[in-house]
């Protein structure tokens, strides 16, 4: 340390001249005088040191945890500005309702009333669950509404992704450096769906936190620790990463990066602890013997039922997904793959999992959300050759497309951000009716939420507490719904005989283009309605907002 070696400079001075100078009257003198100086000198030394370090501990922070805290902003002012859920994270965020506030009361929690299509392990939102406990405890002794829950769950999960892709930001810098880590967070800062979804409580972001843990094993030639990472992804979270352990591994027994016995013997030991954790657990809490995974795969694969859910031709992933999830990133990736040649190693595998996982049908963004980090390093790679050879003229040129394509993929994710926010109008819903309903101590007022509105927006996360009551019963007719003693209804129909429509809320239709500024806007229609009961005088006479 600098402090270090100035501040004891003149101890050194001072016993070098006293070990090898003789002990006359004169050289004590000197000795005197020596150590005389030194302690004068040394408190000035050590406050000019003291600033010294101070401002380059200062540095130090900002260079160590400058791109954390610009990443983690960006995904929290998503969570604060679209807290809500949508149905694909209905299991995970219920169960992680459930483990906070139901604890080890199994027959409160909402999958043994509504399992959904296949199961899930409760793994992931078990260890969410323990990180946000203690924010949790401490939003409830404050008194604060569930809804504060919501945010701090999604948090957590955010914190947890966000430091897997630190570490495999880490091995970036190591292999690439500085400046290609820099160009990865731009990239990444300027795309929407990677932070946006790094929040979400889905498996496949669970999932994604391992793979970026795989990714940073990889690159630090970490071998055997990036398959189990892989593994584990594999048979707890989502047994589609199959898809991506298997180019991965091949790519490694070829470039004899590991060895066909050696991958045997440990990939073996950590699958067989790893379905035996699933089964432990999810047997417990599904209260039958079971393992998630297998079914998922069994659902998905062999009996392809999945395609019941709409399907997408075979290069959707390439010509839809991919260019709205990486934006500017996703020319710069096919870019880098020419102008650096480590990148194809890192890359070919993840091309590799995208075209088999083309072959099903039914395809989703977020089935390939693991493949956009690859992807944005293969980009930051190319930004960074562009950059660094811009004074040339046929390089000056890309680098100003470049930039235009950085500001482009700006504009498109806060259109995309616009539109996310319109599209959980249930939840908005909620919120007005809770903000601008009357509260009744002594008269419980029970909301029913119909199916479309539990998919849009509603989770337990969102209730309040007496005289509020909710009702998620499926299957009942606009008919029954007049037999039943409901004082508010949120549905998708506007008209419901016997209650009055209080209000609606809107949500996102479409984007249109324009002449003008701004060149794109979105279109908003209503999709749910409040419905309240004609039976009910203070439903009737109070003033409502209407609905359109």
């Not at 999992?353 to 083309?358: K, T, V």
């Not at 926010?421 to 419980?444: C, M, V």
Request: proline fraction near 5%.
């Amino acid at each position: 340390m600098v402090y270090e070696s100035c501040s004891t400079l003149p101890f050194v001075v001072y016993f070098a001249r006293a070990r090898f100078s003789s002990p006359s009257p004169e050289n004590k003198t000197n000795r005197s005088l020596s150590l005389s100086l030194s302690r004068t000198s040394l408190p000035t030394i050590s406050k000019e040191n003291n600033k010294t370090m101070a401002s380059k501990s200062r540095g130090t922070s900002m260079e160590r945890y400058g791109y954390d805290l610009l990443l983690g902003s960006i995904a929290a002012f998503y969570v604060l500005m679209v807290p809500y859920t949508k149905v694909e994270e209905s299991f995970n965020v219920q169960a992680m309702h459930d483990f906070l506030y139901h604890h080890h009361h199994l027959d409160n929690y909402d999958h043994l009333e509504f399992p959904g299509v296949v199961p899930r392990t409760f793994i992931g939102a078990m260890v969410v669950s323990l990180v946000a406990a203690p924010f949790v405890l401490t939003a409830n002794l404050l008194h604060l509404p569930k809804f504060y829950a919501l945010l701090i769950v999604r948090m957590a999960l955010g914190c947890i992704v966000l430091y897997t892709l630190r570490f495999f930001r880490r091995q970036i810098r190591n292999k690439f450096g500085h400046q290609v880590e820099a160009f990865f967070v731009i990239l990444t800062a300027i795309q929407f769906h990677l932070l946006f979804y790094s929040t979400r409580p889905l498996p496949n972001i669970v999932a994604l936190g391992i793979v970026n843990l795989a990714y940073g094993y990889w690159f630090e030639g970490r071998f055997y620790a990036a398959l189990n990472s892989l593994i584990f992804a594999t048979t707890v979270f989502r047994c589609d990463m199959l898809l991506l352990l298997c180019p991965l591994g091949l790519q490694l027994l070829l470039t004899k990066d590991i060895s066909l016995w050696g991958a045997l013997k440990c990939c073996t030991s950590m699958g067989l602890f790893c379905i035996g954790l699933t089964i432990l657990v999810d047997s417990i809490m599904w209260k039958r013997f079971l393992w998630p995974e297998f079914e998922v795969f069994w659902f998905n694969s062999v009996l392809n039922k999945s395609s019941e859910w709409g399907t997408h031709a075979f290069h959707w992933y390439f010509t839809s997904a991919l260019p709205r999830a990486l934006l500017v990133a996703y020319p710069l990736s096919l870019f880098g793959l020419f102008v650096d040649r480590r990148v194809r190693s890192f890359t070919f595998p993840v091309l590799a999992f995208i075209l088999l996982y083309s072959k099903l049908p039914h395809k989703e963004l977020r089935f390939i959300i693991s493949s956009v980090p690859i992807f944005n390093l293969s980009a930051s790679i190319a930004a960074n050759r562009i950059y660094n050879n811009k004074k040339k003229m046929i390089w000056n040129f890309l680098f100003l497309i470049m930039l235009g394509l950085l500001l482009l993929s700006l504009a498109g994710t806060i259109t995309t951000f616009m539109a996310s926010y319109w599209n959980y109008p249930s939840g908005h819903a909620l919120k007005e009716l809770h903000r601008i309903g009357f509260q009744n101590d002594t008269n419980e007022q029970w909301v029913h939420i119909d199916t479309f509105s539990a998919m849009n927006g509603i989770s337990r996360f969102c209730e309040n507490d007496f005289p509020w009551r909710y009702s998620k019963e499926e299957q009942i007719s606009l008919q029954e719904l007049k037999q039943r003693n409901f004082t508010f209804l949120i549905n998708e129909h506007p008209v419901i005989n016997g209650f009055k429509c209080l209000f609606a809320e809107d949500g996102f239709s479409r984007v249109r283009f324009k002449l003008g500024f701004p060149p794109i806007f979105v279109v908003k229609e209503p999709k749910v309605f409040v419905h309240g009961n004609l039976g009910n005088k203070d439903v009737v006479s109070k003033n409502w907002p209407g609905c359109p």
